[in-house]
C-alpha cells in the first residue's frame, strides 16, 4: 500500500523490520525483495509526482564547479528514473580492481561477485539478458568496425525496450501490496543511535506541513542517492559531532561524476559517414544501442590514466548538414577535496542544505588530453577527419556533467578507507546500510544505474540471509 504522510488519519509513529529510506530505483528494488521475507517500510520524501516544493528542498550552493543541484535530481517516487535517458553500461573488470596510479583505486571484490547480479539487474531494466559484446551486437545489426583493435576497443550502450520508469511501471505493485508499505511526503531529517553508538534505533520523519514521527526498525538502509545521502548523515549530529558513519571524515568526500567533454578541436570530413553512430540503433539482444569506443585497458596502464569512452554525437541544435562531434565520457578519479559539505543555511524542515564542491585533478585532465588524442589518431588513420590544433583541457570550460552523484559514502575493506564495507553496512554500525552509487569506489567510464541495481540484488541477498525466512510470512504494517 501507499499512504501519505501528509494525511492526518496516516500515523508517522511507526516500527518495521526493514525500514529503507529513499523510493528511487534502488530503494524500491530493495523493498520488493525484502517485502518477501520481512515487513518493510519503504520511506519517500516527495510524492507520487514531482512537486516545486520537495524539488526546493535539493538547492544547495555550488563553491567548485558549478552543478545544477536541483536539475539533475528528482524527489519523488521513482526518483530520478524519471529524469533518465536509459543509457545502460557494464563495468569493465579492471574497474573494479585496484590500479597503481589511481589513488583509492581497487573494490573489495571484483567483477565474479557480480556476474549473477548483473543479470537480474540487465532483466529488471528490460534489456534481457546483460549482453554487452559489441562486436557481435554491431555486426549483427549491420554496423561496421573499421577501427584498429590493438588501439581502441568497442563497446555499447544498450536502452531497455522499454526504458523503465520505476516511479510510473511500478506504482500499481506498490499500491496493491499487503507485504510493503510505502509512506511519501515522509522527510527522514535525524537518525538516532544507541547509547554505545553501534546501532540505529529510530528516524525521524517530518513533513512540509509540519507533521512529526518516529520509526524503529531492525534494519535501516539509505537509498538517497549519492548528494542526500550524505546530506542525511552529515546533519545527523545530534550525538556525534561530525555526524552518523563518520568517523574518519569520508562521508561526503570524493564526490565523483562522470565529465563529458568534446575533442572540441576535431573536425569529421563527411557528414553521413559516422551519422548510425549518433542514435539508437535496433539489436537483436533486445531494445537498442549506441556504440562507443575506448583505450584497451593495457594501453590505459600504459599511459596511466582513467578509463573513458568517446561517442559520436549531434546536439538538436546543429543544422542536418553539420559533421557530428566526438565527445568523451570520463571517469573520474576519487578526489578527496571533491565533496559534498553542509551550509550554514537551513531548508524548510530544519535542514542545512548541500554545499557542493566539485573538483577535478590532474589525473582527470591528462585522461581527456591522452585519449581524446589517442581517439583523434584513429579517427585521422581512416582518412574520417582532422584535428586543427593541440589538445589541451588547462581549464574546465566545456566540461559538462551527467546526472550522476557518485562516491560519497564509499565502500571499503577497511573503516579507515571507507564508510561502507563490501556488504554495504556502514563500518561502525550493525544495522545501517548504503545503497546506490554514493558507495562506488572508482566510478568507470560506464553509466552507473546497471551497476546501481547490480549491487542492490547482490545487498538484497545478503539481507535476506541476515533476516531468515519470514515465521508466518510478511506482517502488513499501516493504520
Do not use: K
Not at 563529458?260 to 569529421?268: D, G, K, P
Not at 537551513?346 to 554545499?355: A, K
Request: include cysteine.
Amino acid at each position: 500500500m501507499i499512504l501519505d504522510a501528509d494525511r492526518e488519519t496516516v500515523p508517522l509513529d511507526r516500527a518495521a523490520r526493514v525500514a529503507i529510506v529513499g523510493a528511487g530505483p534502488a530503494g524500491m528494488t530493495l523493498a520488493r525483495e525484502l517485502a518477501e521475507v520481512a515487513d518493510v517500510l519503504l520511506i519517500e520524501a516527495g510524492g507520487l509526482e514531482s512537486e516545486p516544493a520537495q524539488q526546493a528542498l535539493l538547492a544547495g550552493e555550488c563553491v567548485g564547479l558549478e552543478y545544477p543541484l536541483t536539475e539533475t535530481r528528482a524527489r519523488q517516487f521513482g526518483g530520478s528514473s524519471g529524469l533518465w535517458a536509459g543509457y545502460c553500461a557494464m563495468f569493465d573488470p579492471h574497474d573494479f580492481a585496484f590500479r597503481s596510479w589511481v589513488p583509492g583505486s581497487g573494490w573489495p571484490f571484483g567483477v565474479e561477485s557480480m556476474r549473477s547480479h548483473y543479470v537480474r539487474a540487465a532483466a529488471r531494466l528490460n534489456l534481457g539478458a546483460p549482453s554487452f559484446d559489441a562486436g557481435e551486437i554491431t555486426r549483427r545489426a549491420g554496423l561496421g568496425w573499421p577501427f584498429d583493435d590493438r588501439s581502441l576497443v568497442a563497446t555499447v550502450w544498450r536502452f531497455g525496450a522499454p526504458t523503465i520508469r520505476f516511479g510510473e511501471h511500478l506504482r500499481e505493485e506498490f499500491h496493491a501490496s499487503s507485504d510493503l508499505t510505502t509512506l511519501i511526503h515522509a522527510n527522514v531529517v535525524d537518525l538516532t543511535l544507541d547509547g554505545s553508538h553501534g546501532m540505529v534505533t529510530g528516524l525521524t520523519l517530518r513533513t512540509l506541513g509540519g507533521r512529526e514521527g518516529r520509526v524503529s526498525a531492525d534494519v535501516v538502509v539509505l537509498a538517497c542517492g549519492g548528494i542526500e545521502t550524505a546530506r542525511l548523515l552529515l546533519n545527523a549530529d545530534r550525538q556525534i559531532d561530525a555526524g552518523v558513519g563518520n568517523r574518519t571524515g569520508l562521508v561526503g568526500r570524493c564526490f565523483m561524476e562522470h565529465p563529458h567533454r568534446a575533442i572540441e578541436r576535431f573536425v569529421l570530413h563527411d557528414v553521413d559517414a559516422f551519422d548510425r553512430w549518433t542514435r539508437p540503433e535496433p539489436s537483436e539482444a533486445g531494445g537498442e544501442f549506441i556504440p562507443c569506443i575506448g583505450l584497451p585497458p593495457h594501453v590505459q596502464e600504459q599511459a596511466r590514466i582513467l578509463n573513458a569512452r568517446a561517442h559520436v554525437y549531434r546536439t538538436p541544435a546543429m543544422p542536418p548538414d553539420e559533421a557530428p562531434r566526438i565527445g568523451l565520457f570520463l571517469e573520474q578519479a576519487p578526489n578527496p577535496l571533491s565533496r559534498v559539505l553542509l551550509s550554514d543555511r537551513t531548508d524548510s524542515l530544519g535542514m542545512r542544505r548541500v554545499r557542493l564542491d566539485w573538483q577535478l585533478t590532474e589525473l582527470d585532465r591528462r585522461t581527456y588530453e591522452c585519449t581524446a588524442a589517442m581517439v583523434a589518431r584513429e579517427f585521422e588513420r581512416l582518412g574520417a577527419g582532422r584535428l586543427s590544433g593541440p589538445i589541451e583541457a588547462r581549464d574546465h570550460e566545456g566540461i559538462l556533467h551527467s546526472n550522476h552523484h557518485l562516491g560519497t559514502t564509499r565502500m571499503s575493506a577497511t573503516r579507515e578507507d571507507g564508510v561502507v564495507d563490501a556488504d554495504c553496512r556502514v563500518h561502525d554500525l550493525d544495522n545501517l546500510y548504503i545503497v546506490g552509487g554514493s558507495v562506488f569506489p572508482t566510478v568507470s567510464w560506464a553509466n552507473p544505474t546497471l551497476t546501481v541495481l547490480a549491487l542492490t540484488f547482490r545487498l538484497g541477498d545478503h539481507l535476506r540471509r541476515r533476516l531468515g525466512p519470514a515465521p508466518n510470512g510478511p506482517r502488513v504494517i499501516g493504520p
